[in-house]
């Protein structure tokens, strides 16, 4: 035991210096991409407002279903509809450094996600435009389908520049053949922000008015990745 332990180190040592001996050829391996928003995130505040609560939730759910309906009858299915942040409020007003009751506030949102943006935003939008008389926002975002795809695209590109640099490398060198030995990768975060469009109300001021249809230009997202392959190979006597 008392041998082990005295040789031990220098094994260990020994081990040490052979793995600093490894001969490595270290790349880094980088990839861009280009993507533009597939699916449209548009959001709708409704607010009604009545002496008594239940005029002002009724009056409120008459308004949502009414949007729903008109939706509906489109006859554009590629949509997902959500309603969410029902809240129901007296209404106080300030005045003077006084307050008033006047009946209540019922309000809630709207959420309408189209998925075929190229096919659809424009018939929704125009079909919004005539249904609801309060404005609305329109985020064109990338999807998380898309997301994830494009996550796999940009490392598998990364890591074929790095294969094609390291074998530029060994060639210049006259190394015929090399391995990978360690590979170092840290996901790079991409932050997706939406690009917004306000669209309000557009009301005809006389009977020839034709209000224009919306145009939408999504703006390409620019994406890039990196990572780091260490090969390694034997060196010729």
Avoid: C, W
């Avoid at 180190?9 to 533009?36: D, H």
């Avoid at 949509?79 to 942040?85: C, E, G, Q």
């Avoid at 008389?133 to 590109?157: H, P, R, T």
């Avoid at 008015?209 to 230009?217: H, K």
């Amino acid at each position: 035991m008392k041998k082990i332990i005295l040789f031990s180190p220098i094994l260990f040592l020994s081990l040490s210096m052979m793995a600093q001996q490894i001969p490595l050829i270290e790349v880094e391996g980088k990839s861009e991409i280009s993507i533009m928003p597939d699916e449209a995130n548009i959001q709708i505040s409704l607010v009604e407002k009545a002496m008594k609560v239940s005029d002002a939730t009724n009056a409120l759910n008459k308004k949502t279903k009414s949007i729903e309906e008109a939706l509906k009858k489109t006859g554009i299915e590629d949509y997902d509809f959500f309603v969410d942040n029902y809240y129901v409020y007296v209404n106080r007003i300030y005045t003077k450094g006084t307050s008033k009751d006047s009946g209540y506030v019922a309000s809630q949102n709207v959420r309408v996600v189209v998925r075929n943006i190229e096919k659809d935003l424009v018939k929704i939008t125009e079909t919004l435009h005539q249904t609801t008389d309060m404005g609305f926002n329109i985020q064109l975002i990338v999807s998380d389908k898309l997301k994830k795809a494009s996550e796999k695209e940009l490392l598998e590109l990364a890591i074929e520049d790095a294969k094609l640099k390291a074998d530029i490398i060994a060639k210049s060198l006259g190394i015929e053949k090399i391995k990978v030995h360690r590979v170092n990768y840290n996901a790079q975060t991409e932050n997706f922000y939406p690009v917004m469009r306000e669209a309000k109300m557009m009301m005809a001021t006389t009977a020839m008015d034709v209000s224009e249809e919306p145009i939408f230009r999504p703006e390409e997202r620019k994406l890039q990745d990196k990572v780091i392959v260490v090969f390694t190979f034997e060196m010729l006597n």
